[in-house]
Structures are given as structure tokens and as C-alpha cells.
């Protein structure tokens, strides 16, 4: 890519839903737990709806021009603890495999970071695979602290 990146960032749309599966499955963990069929599962237009409806819940897209080229979602969350702050959960932070390695990421997270300022946030927090070495290596150079140490627990679905 030696064009300048033009960088627009939204909140995401239904007519965004099958860019949007394209770059969760574009990789080998999310090659595992995404569903990439034709015609698109309903549970994805169903969590965008609502994650639309929620004020504290944001899924943002990043554009060149008028190409998506990356995504993550911020999600505001009030907390009883530290004084009764809020913070900004990052998840869901794909950049397309063609834009890698030229600043997106980093612009797409200084942005996500002025919104949560802009809300009020005392903190950022994300998790990340412990298999995403590449990922993790990223948000430590943005500042990010591995000061904690993550659980989670699959439930069943059915």
C-alpha cells in the first residue's frame, strides 16, 4: 500500500456485518470460533442490534476511503470500585491483513483512547490470547501493563 491512508472511524452498520465476519475469521483463532457461511448467522445482526441499542457499548470501524480496514469494539463500564469510575473495555481489535504494519492499529487505538477520555474513563483494560504474541508485544508498546492476570469461563450455549 503506497497510497496515504485516509482514516475515518464510525460506528459500525448492518451492511458492515459481512466485512466485519471477514476480518474476525481472517486469522487462526478466529478461524475457530466464527461462522463465515453464506448466508450470514443471524446471531451477528442480533448482537450488532444490540450493541446498537446500548449507550455504553460501541462497535467502530476504521475506513480508508470508503474501504473497511479495521474494527474494535469499546464497551464503558461503571465500576463501584476506584472511587466509582468508569472504564473502557477495548475488544474485538482486528485490522485487516493488508494495512498491517503501517501505524493503523496504533492511530485506531489513540483515537479509542481520546473517546474514553472523552467519556470519562479512569482506565483502559483489554485482554488479549496468550497465543497472539505479535498482538500482545503491540499493546505493550502503546503503554498497555500486563498487571493482571485474565480468567475466563466458556458457558454453554444451549
Known sequence: MSEKLVLTYREAEL???PDLIAL??????????????????????SALEHIEADPNNQLII???RQ?????????FIPYLT???SWRCLIEGVRIHKDYRGQ????????WAIERAEERGC?????TSDKRRHEAIRFY???????????????????
Do not use: W
Open 15 to 17: 451492511v458492515d456485518i
Open 24 to 45: 474476525l475469521v481472517d486469522d487462526e483463532l478466529g478461524k475457530l470460533r466464527e461462522d463465515a457461511s453464506i448466508p450470514l448467522n443471524s446471531c451477528y445482526r
Open 62 to 64: 476504521a475506513q480508508n
Open 67 to 75: 474501504q473497511l480496514i479495521g474494527m474494535l469494539q469499546l464497551t
Open 82 to 84: 476506584h472511587m466509582g
Open 103 to 110: 501505524g493503523l492499529g496504533t492511530r485506531l487505538f489513540e
Open 122 to 126: 479512569a482506565l483502559v483494560q483489554l
Open 140 to 158: 505493550e508498546g502503546l503503554g498497555f501493563k500486563a498487571s493482571h492476570e485474565g480468567f475466563k469461563l466458556r458457558l454453554s450455549s444451549d
